[in-house]
Each structure stands twice: as structure tokens, then as C-alpha cells.
């Protein structure tokens, strides 16, 4: 038995809630789903021989500019449309907007540590949390 969390739900869960369905039956029993599971990832993931290297070639794209956080860059996220659907980087509008502001100290020393190529040891073992 398990919890399944989340700020507005908590759930208890077992592992006996959904039968996996295989070619010819129900599988109801926790060690069964466990080997038939196994069998299924075991027949998708292959061993690959690592020792002939990949070639691949020159990129078609031009390379990606360094990263310069610029204030004007963070204004800009500070008037953001809050109901913008999230984009490739996952996160969304509302936190881009609510949060630019307050972090974009952190982000100029972030940037003045990537520039120079150092982090400091601290960084290193930080645990970062919004509070």
C-alpha cells in the first residue's frame, strides 16, 4: 500500500487497483504484473555495443549563443501574458511572470559564476526551494 500525493488530494493506492491485460488474460496477482512488466521492458530496451563510436556529423543548426540574462530581459518576463501556454522549456507563464522579478538577482550571479566558468562549492550541494 502506498500514498499518492498532491497538495489538494491525498489518495491511498495498492497495487492490486488495475489488472494488466496481456495476449491472453487478466493479470491480477503483484508478482505476475512484476514479470509481465519485466518481460515487456526487457523486450523494448536493447544492450548496445558502445564501443563503435556514433558519427555524427556537422550539426545543420547554428550553435546556441551563451546565455546573457539581461534586465530588460527580465521585465519582459515580468509582462508576460500569465495565460500564455507553457512552452518547450516546461515551465509555465504565471511562474515566469510571478517569479522574474525575485530571482533575477540570483540570475546575474548566476550568470557572472557561468561567464567566469566557476561554482562555487556551496552551489554545488544546494538545495534551492521557493518559499
Same mark, same amino acid.
Given at each position: 500500500?502506498?500514498? #499518492?500525493?498532491?497538495?489538494? &488530494?491525498?489518495?491511498?493506492? @495498492? /497495487? *492490486?487497483?488495475?489488472? #494488466?491485460?496481456?495476449? @491472453? =488474460? %487478466?493479470?491480477?496477482?503483484?508478482? *505476475?504484473?512484476?514479470?509481465? !512488466? =519485466?518481460?515487456?521492458?526487457? @523486450? ?13 556529423? %556537422? @550539426? ?13 530581459? +527580465? ?7 500569465? *495565460?500564455? &501556454? ?6 509555465? /507563464?504565471?511562474? #515566469?511572470?510571478?517569479? /522574474? ?12 559564476? !557561468?561567464?567566469?566558468?566557476? +561554482? ?5 550541494? /544546494? =538545495? &534551492?526551494? *521557493?518559499?
Amino acid at each position: 500500500m502506498g500514498t #499518492l500525493e498532491h497538495p489538494n &488530494v491525498k489518495q491511498e493506492y @495498492s /497495487a *492490486d487497483w488495475v489488472p #494488466l491485460k496481456t495476449d @491472453s =488474460n %487478466l493479470v491480477t496477482n503483484a508478482k *505476475d504484473k512484476a514479470t509481465v !512488466l =519485466n518481460q515487456q521492458f526487457s @523486450s523494448v530496451f536493447t544492450i548496445e555495443n558502445m564501443s563503435q563510436k556514433l558519427e555524427l556529423g %556537422l @550539426s545543420p543548426y547554428d550553435p546556441i549563443q551563451p546565455l546573457k540574462i539581461t534586465r530588460n530581459g +527580465v521585465k519582459h518576463l515580468t509582462k508576460i501574458k500569465a *495565460d500564455k &501556454v507553457t512552452g518547450p522549456d516546461k515551465l509555465p /507563464a504565471t511562474f #515566469l511572470k510571478e517569479k /522574474a522579478e525575485p530571482l533575477s538577482g540570483m540570475f546575474f550571479i548566476y550568470q557572472e559564476f !557561468l561567464g567566469n566558468g566557476l +561554482v562555487p562549492n556551496g552551489w554545488r550541494k /544546494a =538545495n &534551492v526551494v *521557493d518559499r
